[in-house]
């Protein structure tokens, strides 16, 4: 197995009304990325995210999840959650252990209550947000509706980085405002086109609102975009990743899941964009033994700590417990103190699901 350090690594939480398309996404980001070979789908049965035999009777999903792919390198862990709000506890437990969440939203029905729940969750969490409006293939899909709802429901800060050229059964290809070109979608992946002139009025508009919500970033680049001076390429893509890590900006995507277009676009934005655990700040804790507070640094060379976030019964491997590293190593066929039981536990064999 590849050796992934901690800066190469991006723990993804997907999140979302129940039917905006999470398990979807999920399975066209393993597609994309090469790590399956084939496209399943929810009215077959046979995607990786949803394969309990209820999930697969109900066409919902019931429980979190996981799923590894790599892209330029990179480790991205997707953890696929349930949308409704049974399973809301399976959210909250992921949102734990994940460093950012993309905000599944469908571009027909737009921003529904479990859009505004789980927001509400990443809020509470500190998270960085990131909207996908998902479903652009779909008859009567509306970006600017659904990108209006977005923004009166959860202010100024959402912004898009994203347009889409078409919609519906005319959805070809996405305009990126930041890099200020088009792309038309080809195969898994996209080709460089021309910026559509009808857009280019729209692209210029949003251009500006992101131009202004990097400024406010930073009192430096504040002070030059006052004085009406131009910020450089280098400024607004470093303003952009400092933005969404603090949560002072909510980037705005599109794509559609369903026919795997624009998600590598959306994998891209996670290599540029998304925190890894290195970048988020160090968990404070609290010493079961001594009662002292500790803060949990995300190095190799420290004690170990993790934290168990999910258990379940596997028919074929039996008792298994999904953790997350915060400090130090962990390896097979070794002994870690439980702090719930207050004593020294065996672990058996590590592995990495999908």
């Known amino acids: 197995m590849k050796n992934y350090k901690s800066d190469m690594i991006r723990n993804v939480g997907l999140i979302g009304h129940s039917g905006s398309g999470k398990t979807s996404l999920a399975e066209a980001m393993l597609f994309t990325s090469g790590a399956i070979d084939r496209m399943g789908k929810i009215a077959d049965g046979n995607t990786v995210c949803d394969f309990d035999p209820e999930e697969i009777k109900r066409s919902i999903s019931i429980s979190t999840a996981f799923a590894p792919c ?3 390198n990179e480790k991205i862990n997707i953890l696929d959650t349930p949308g409704y709000f049974d399973f809301v506890g399976e959210v909250k437990s992921t949102l734990r252990v994940v460093e950012s969440c993309h905000i599944v939203t469908c571009a027909v029905s737009g921003v529904e209550v479990g859009t505004e729940q789980v927001f509400k969750f990443a809020e509470d969490a500190g998270l960085p947000r990131v909207f996908f409006i998902n479903k652009m293939d779909r008859e009567n899909a509306n970006f600017n509706k659904v990108m209006d709802q977005i923004r009166q429901m959860f202010g100024q800060k959402a912004v898009p980085f994203q347009l889409p050229i078409g919609a519906e059964s005319n959805f070809k290809g996405i305009v990126d405002i930041v890099q200020q070109k088009a792309y038309a979608f080809d195969g898994k992946g996209v080709k460089p086109c021309d910026i559509p002139a009808e857009l280019k009025d729209e692209m210029e508009n949003y251009r500006s609102m992101l131009v202004e919500a990097v400024a406010e970033t930073d009192d430096d680049l504040l002070t ?5 001076e131009e910020l450089t390429d280098a400024e607004i893509q470093k303003g952009l990743k400092i933005g969404v890590k603090n949560g002072e900006i909510f980037p705005v995507l599109c794509g559609s899941a369903f026919t795997n277009k624009g998600i590598s676009m959306l994998l ?11 970048d988020r700040p160090a968990e404070k ?3 079961a033994t001594s009662n002292a507070e500790e803060i949990l640094e995300c190095k190799s060379d420290t004690n170990f700590s993790a934290l168990v976030f999910k258990t379940m019964a596997d028919p074929y491997v039996g008792k298994l417990t999904y953790f997350r590293v915060y400090s130090g190593v962990f390896n ?3 002994q870690v103190y439980n702090v719930t039981k207050e004593k020294m536990e065996r672990v058996g064999q590590l592995f990495i699901p999908r």
């Open 70 to 72: 790599e892209w330029k």
């Open 224 to 228: 030059k975009y006052l004085e009406g």
């Open 268 to 278: 891209d934005f996670i290599h540029d964009y998304m925190p890894s655990p290195l």
């Open 285 to 287: 804790v609290v010493n």
């Open 332 to 334: 097979s066929d070794t």
